[in-house]
């Protein structure tokens, strides 16, 4: 059976993904970092704490998961816990000047293409770029 345009684009799209995430797993383990932490780090909020809730939404996990995650972050000294100005029973994640500079890298490594994209041409990674904008506006 003939595949569309849209299975094959997106049949392509996974076996790319899934072809980087070598490279993204070993950068991560130099880090000393699991990928869930790494991208628990990516996602939480520089300048505001994050609730043990919220990070378990951005996760797709439950809120218990989270709790071992930040552990071993803590004990890091890359995060500290604090108690929520609002709600006291509810405890937030900050990061430490320490964590601060390892999500930099850590934004800078998820942000850093991979050969197979630098090695297009200018005008076929504009063409990309427009194709994904359009692609995620229409998700959203």
Do not use: Y
């Amino acid at each position: 059976m003939k595949k569309s345009p849209a299975q094959e684009a997106w049949r392509l799209l996974w076996d790319f993904m899934l072809e980087n995430r070598r490279r993204f797993l070993h950068a991560v383990a130099e880090l000393g970092l699991s990928p869930p932490q790494a991208f628990a780090l990516r996602h939480m909020d520089p300048d505001r704490p994050v609730t043990m809730s919220e990070l378990a939404d951005v996760l797709f996990c439950d809120a218990s998961n989270v709790t071992g995650l930040v552990d071993r972050l803590e004990a890091r000294g890359i995060v500290e816990r604090r108690a929520d100005e609002r709600d006291r029973r509810v405890k937030t994640v900050v990061f430490t000047p320490e964590g601060l500079e390892l999500r930099e890298r850590i934004v800078a490594l998820m942000n850093e293409p991979p050969p197979a994209i630098t090695g297009l041409s200018r005008k076929d990674q504009q063409a990309l770029l427009e194709i994904f904008e359009r692609a995620t506006a229409t998700a959203a």
